[in-house]
């Protein structure tokens, strides 16, 4: 007979994992929230990402054009320096920071549909790192959840901490985020604000 004891000890953390959906063929599938306490991560110090490009499709959809603006403005903040944003037909070689439908995106076999509208995908890449989206704003919440993991802040519209630290983490292994519902939002005020609202991954009206 099978006791609680024995199972309890034959019931690895890979095993969790596994049962609550959270690691699947070598990927890490994360709710929003534990984004920012992703420990599998390794550091570039602030020196190096100085070096680092912002790339783009040829044809970048106005989502994948936000996104990196917003990515270049946050890390100017933190590094205080501007990163170069390119499309990809430009890019040559160096670190990278890969936004939306790349065909660095598609050499690595990426899915989208399993990200369906706001999803986000984090691809770790010996250039750089992939961040792939959703068909809706998939990419943009992606490069929020970076800045998140950056220890930056947006607690009101007016009120962001920018962490000024000495290095930035980027991930180690894949990871997955899949909003587990679909139409999110509060009647806090400050959901008017539609930074405010990217940031924290609300719907709009139009969503």
Same mark, same amino acid.
């Given at each position: +007979?099978?006791? +609680?004891?024995?199972?309890?000890?034959?019931?690895?953390?890979?095993?969790?994992?596994?049962?609550?959906? =959270?690691?699947?063929?070598?990927? +890490?599938?994360? *709710?929003?929230?534990?984004?920012?306490?992703?420990?599998?991560?390794? /550091?570039?110090?602030?020196?190096?990402?100085?070096?680092?490009?912002?790339?783009?499709?040829?044809?970048? @959809?106005?989502?994948?054009?936000?996104?990196?603006?917003?990515?270049?403005? #946050?890390?100017?903040?933190? =590094?205080?320096?501007?990163?170069?944003?390119?499309?990809?037909?430009?890019?040559?070689?160096?670190?990278?920071?890969?936004?939306?439908?790349?065909?660095?995106?598609?050499?690595?076999?990426?899915?989208? /549909? *399993?990200?369906?509208? @706001?999803?986000?995908?984090?691809?770790?890449?010996?250039?750089?790192?992939?961040?792939?989206?959703?068909?809706?704003?998939?990419?943009?919440?992606?490069?929020?959840?970076?800045? /998140?993991?950056?220890?930056?802040?947006? #607690?009101?519209?007016?009120?962001?901490?920018?962490?000024?630290?000495?290095?930035?983490?980027? *991930?180690?292994? *894949?990871?997955?985020?899949?909003?587990?519902?679909?139409?999110?939002?509060?009647?806090?005020? @400050?959901?008017?604000?539609?930074?405010? +609202?990217?940031?924290?991954? =609300?719907?709009?009206? /139009?969503?």
């Amino acid at each position: +007979m099978r006791t +609680m004891a024995d199972s309890h000890k034959k019931f690895s953390r890979r095993d969790f994992l596994r049962s609550s959906g =959270l690691f699947t063929a070598g990927v +890490m599938l994360l *709710p929003p929230s534990a984004l920012a306490q992703l420990q599998d991560v390794h /550091e570039v110090s602030v020196g190096r990402a100085w070096r680092y490009t912002i790339v783009l499709p040829n044809q970048p @959809d106005a989502i994948e054009q936000q996104a990196a603006e917003q990515l270049q403005s #946050y890390l100017l903040k933190e =590094l205080g320096r501007s990163l170069a944003i390119m499309r990809e037909g430009a890019y040559r070689s160096g670190p990278a920071f890969f936004l939306g439908k790349t065909q660095r995106a598609r050499a690595q076999h990426i899915s989208l /549909e *399993p990200l369906q509208r @706001d999803g986000f995908a984090y691809h770790p890449v010996p250039q750089g790192l992939i961040v792939a989206g959703g068909t809706n704003k998939g990419v943009l919440y992606g490069v929020y959840g970076l800045l /998140e993991l950056w220890k930056f802040r947006m #607690y009101t519209s007016t009120a962001v901490v920018i962490p000024h630290a000495k290095s930035i983490a980027l *991930p180690k292994t *894949p990871v997955v985020v899949v909003p587990p519902v679909h139409y999110r939002t509060t009647s806090y005020q @400050d959901t008017l604000a539609p930074q405010y +609202m990217a940031w924290h991954r =609300l719907s709009s009206q /139009e969503d």
